[in-house]
């Protein structure tokens, strides 16, 4: 009996250490990718500083010049669009599945979803080159500048608001659900209509959790390479409006890669690209987490 | 002071500790009908393909307390919720016959379903403050009619606090998320929210079940001094409860109405077998 119970015990130490250097694991994983990326981009510091390389935009590898910032600037130009454009068709497309549709639309929509989750994101991008691109240079870009080729800014915004629109739509919807039938009791019962309960209840009480979606869905946006690739033009110069072309920092690692040995410092760049965008998600997702927090005490 | 009208002296021991409730001012008229608001007529209800409330017929008195017993599962809380029209937003729901109140019928197509709500304030079995302040949750009815005027809401939510003996605990913290009260704290607070938009009933669904002795025993004086102005229908299974403070009892088994009458009646004088062997606490 008692040996029988100290077994117990034993093998229940193990397991938690066990879960405990797999966590840690985990974590160190993620850990070391960032200290390998910032490793192999240490070579290029030695011609120029951490902030001269962030604030020049002069990209001349043959020159040794390597300036960041038009690659920052496309990433969160495009990552910005997208979520503008994608939020609030998600959080509306949500709120009524949640509040106003019956439930076996519901389970159109999702199966729906799910298809459009899962389709690869080249051929959204062959989608965005063979329609948004054209509509943008033809239709609508002449309303606002002399000429754009429509592979640009905004093509990328668009191509990348569609691909995590599907995501977005099934966070809010989980989020949503999860909010108590009292609370829609409650508000409902005092004579509010729906739309006055999803505002002032459900939104209200699922702040927090909108955030958290968004950063999810960000940092998942930050980091889509080829989709955005073929629809925004890939010139490595600062954009200045929305019909100019772009080159965010994933595309740029993925063109390169295979030419870079010609360049001796090429592959640090890429590098210091690849740690950059690390850095980026890591920033974003922490700040995201840290605004959460905050929220959610003074919501409780 | 009155002696406790119930003459089965059993049962109105039942109720020793609560001569408070003596009070009542209505007694002495007895439970005649001098006006019924709210009437059902052969209400049947499906969710589904159950049939899950049966030739409802009822009358409920105006500016009385009455409750709804029944064992569990009999249909209480759903025919509370048809009353508001809450029990709409149920998968599969679907409704026949009529409710007159005021002798508007709320299931006709030119009703407006939030005028309904505005009438009815319901009392959940929780507590569910909305996830604001104890000021916007007393506000938030009026503001969704429309109301603005700063003035104004500020009077309407010292009067509702003070109704319901809150104002003095929470005055010095009306900005506070009404989350941090006490459970029973919560309880009143929702029941302040729903008098707020000026309703003509109470709907209570075991509003007292989740609460701490002391809290219940607030809630039901509550509920004894508003039957003064509104109309309250609650559903218990506090027998004690429904004994203490009803002038009208319904008591309904597995979704028909088997009983309904005077709480004098039903308690003393029960003409079904059934409610009789309810009562004795043979099932529950
Ligand atoms: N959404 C629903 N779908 C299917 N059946 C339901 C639904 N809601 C209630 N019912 C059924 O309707 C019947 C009555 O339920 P109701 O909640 O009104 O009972 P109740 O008298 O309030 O019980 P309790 O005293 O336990 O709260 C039950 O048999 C229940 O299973
Ligand atoms: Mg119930």
Same mark, same amino acid.
């Given at each position: 009996?008692?040996?029988?119970?100290?077994?117990?015990?034993?093998?229940?130490?193990?397991?938690?250490?066990?879960?405990?250097?797999?966590?840690?694991?985990?974590?160190?994983?993620?850990?070391?990718?960032?200290?390998?990326?910032?490793?192999?981009?240490?070579?290029?510091?030695?011609?120029?500083?951490?902030?001269?390389?962030?604030?020049?935009?002069?990209?001349?590898?043959?020159?040794?010049?390597?300036?960041?910032?038009?690659?920052?600037?496309?990433?969160?130009?495009?990552?910005?669009?997208?979520?503008?454009?994608?939020?609030?068709?998600?959080?509306?497309?949500?709120?009524?599945?949640?509040?106003?549709?019956?439930?076996?639309?519901?389970?159109?929509?999702?199966?729906?979803?799910?298809?459009?989750?899962?389709?690869?994101?080249?051929?959204?991008?062959?989608?965005?080159?063979?329609?948004?691109?054209?509509?943008?240079?033809?239709?609508?870009?002449?309303?606002?500048?002399?000429?754009?080729?429509?592979?640009?800014?905004?093509?990328?915004?668009?191509?990348?608001?569609?691909?995590?629109?599907?995501?977005?739509?099934?966070?809010?919807?989980?989020?949503?659900?999860?909010?108590?039938?009292?609370?829609?009791?409650?508000?409902?019962?005092?004579?509010?209509?729906?739309?006055?309960?999803?505002?002032?209840?459900?939104?209200?009480?699922?702040?927090?959790?909108?955030?958290?979606?968004?950063?999810?869905?960000?940092?998942?946006?930050?980091?889509?390479?080829?989709?955005?690739?073929?629809?925004?033009?890939?010139?490595?110069?600062?954009?200045?409006?929305?019909?100019?072309?772009?080159?965010?920092?994933?595309?740029?690692?993925?063109?390169?890669?295979?030419?870079?040995?010609?360049?001796?410092?090429?592959?640090?760049?890429?590098?210091?690209?690849?740690?950059?965008?690390?850095?980026?998600?890591?920033?974003?997702?922490?700040?995201?987490?840290?605004?959460?927090?905050?929220?959610?005490?003074?919501?409780? | 002071?009155?002696?406790?009208?119930?003459?089965?002296?059993?049962?109105?021991?039942?109720?020793?500790?609560?001569?408070?409730?003596?009070?009542?001012?209505?007694?002495?008229?007895?439970?005649?009908?001098?006006?019924?608001?709210?009437?059902?007529?052969?209400?049947?209800?499906?969710?589904?393909?159950?049939?899950?409330?049966?030739?409802?017929?009822?009358?409920?008195?105006?500016?009385?307390?009455?409750?709804?017993?029944?064992?569990?599962?009999?249909?209480?809380?759903?025919?509370?919720?048809?009353?508001?029209?809450?029990?709409?937003?149920?998968?599969?729901?679907?409704?026949?016959?009529? !409710? *007159? $109140?005021?002798? @508007?019928?709320?299931?006709?197509?030119?009703?407006?379903?939030?005028? #309904?709500?505005?009438?009815? +304030?319901?009392?959940?079995?929780?507590?569910?403050?909305?996830?604001?302040?104890?000021?916007?949750?007393?506000?938030?009815?009026?503001?969704?009619?429309?109301?603005?005027?700063?003035?104004?809401?500020?009077?309407?939510?010292?009067?509702?606090?003070?109704?319901?003996?809150?104002?003095?605990?929470?005055?010095?913290?009306?900005?506070?998320?009404?989350?941090?009260?006490?459970?029973?704290?919560?309880?009143?607070?929702?029941?302040?929210?729903?008098?707020?938009?000026?309703?003509?009933?109470?709907?209570?669904?075991?509003?007292?079940?989740?609460?701490?002795?002391?809290?219940?025993?607030?809630?039901?004086?509550?509920?004894?001094?508003?039957?003064?102005?509104?109309?309250? !229908? *609650? $559903?218990?299974? @506090?027998?004690?409860?429904?004994?203490?403070?009803?002038?009208?009892? #319904?008591?309904?088994?597995? +979704?028909?109405?088997?009983?309904?009458?005077?709480?004098?009646?039903?308690?003393?004088?029960?003409?079904?077998?059934?409610?009789?062997?309810?009562?004795?606490?043979?099932?529950?």
């Amino acid at each position: 009996m008692s040996s029988n119970s100290s077994y117990r015990i034993l093998k229940n130490k193990i397991a938690g250490g066990l879960m405990f250097s797999i966590t840690v694991f985990s974590v160190l994983l993620v850990v070391l990718i960032g200290l390998g990326l910032y490793l192999k981009s240490v070579p290029i510091f030695e011609h120029n500083s951490f902030w001269h390389l962030i604030k020049s935009s002069e990209w001349r590898p043959g020159n040794n010049q390597f300036g960041f910032l038009p690659f920052i600037a496309g990433t969160l130009w495009i990552t910005l669009i997208a979520v503008i454009l994608a939020l609030p068709i998600a959080l509306l497309s949500a709120l009524f599945l949640t509040e106003f549709s019956k439930s076996y639309l519901k389970k159109w929509v999702f199966t729906a979803l799910d298809i459009l989750a899962g389709i690869p994101s080249v051929v959204y991008g062959v989608w965005g080159t063979l329609f948004i691109v054209p509509w943008i240079s033809e239709k609508l870009a002449p309303h606002f500048v002399e000429y754009s080729t429509g592979y640009t800014v905004l093509a990328g915004g668009i191509v990348l608001g569609v691909m995590i629109l599907p995501l977005l739509i099934s966070l809010f919807v989980e989020i949503f659900s999860a909010v108590p039938r009292e609370f829609r009791d409650a508000s409902l019962s005092l004579g509010a209509t729906k739309w006055q309960t999803s505002k002032h209840v459900i939104l209200r009480k699922t702040f927090p959790g909108i955030l958290a979606a968004v950063a999810l869905a960000l940092s998942r946006a930050f980091g889509e390479t080829i989709a955005v690739l073929m629809v925004c033009g890939n010139l490595p110069l600062l954009p200045h409006s929305l019909f100019d072309s772009c080159y965010p920092l994933p595309a740029l690692i993925a063109n390169n890669y295979g030419e870079m040995l010609s360049v001796p410092l090429y592959e640090s760049a890429l590098m210091l690209a690849a740690f950059l965008l690390f850095i980026v998600v890591f920033i974003f997702n922490a700040s995201s987490r840290a605004v959460i927090y905050r929220i959610e005490r003074k919501f409780k | 002071m009155k002696s406790y009208p119930y003459q089965n002296p059993s049962r109105a021991t039942w109720a020793e500790d609560y001569s408070f409730l003596n009070n009542d001012i209505n007694n002495d008229e007895g439970l005649a009908f001098n006006k019924s608001y709210l009437k059902v007529k052969d209400l049947n209800l499906y969710i589904h393909k159950a049939h899950i409330l049966k030739n409802v017929n009822l009358e409920i008195p105006d500016k009385k307390v009455t409750c709804i017993i029944g064992p569990s599962g009999c249909g209480k809380s759903t025919l509370l919720k048809t009353f508001n029209r809450l029990i709409d937003d149920t998968e599969g729901i679907k409704y026949e016959g009529s !409710i *007159l $109140v005021d002798d @508007t019928d709320i299931f006709d197509k030119k009703t407006e379903i939030t005028d #309904i709500r505005k009438k009815m +304030g319901l009392l959940s079995q929780r507590p569910c403050p909305l996830p604001m302040s104890i000021y916007d949750n007393i506000a938030f009815g009026c503001k969704m009619h429309g109301e603005r005027n700063r003035k104004k809401l500020n009077q309407i939510v010292e009067e509702q606090l003070k109704a319901v003996g809150l104002w003095e605990e929470v005055k010095n913290r009306l900005h506070a998320p009404a989350s941090k009260l006490s459970i029973g704290q919560q309880q009143r607070l929702c029941l302040a929210r729903g008098l707020a938009v000026e309703p003509e009933f109470i709907l209570a669904d075991e509003a007292t079940s989740a609460l701490d002795p002391i809290s219940s025993k607030h809630i039901e004086e509550l509920f004894v001094k508003l039957k003064q102005d509104y109309t309250i !229908i *609650l $559903v218990t299974h @506090t027998l004690r409860q429904a004994l203490r403070i009803a002038d009208h009892v #319904i008591f309904m088994y597995l +979704g028909e109405v088997i009983e309904a009458g005077s709480a004098d009646e039903i308690f003393n004088n029960p003409k079904q077998e059934l409610t009789r062997k309810y009562l004795e606490g043979a099932f529950s």
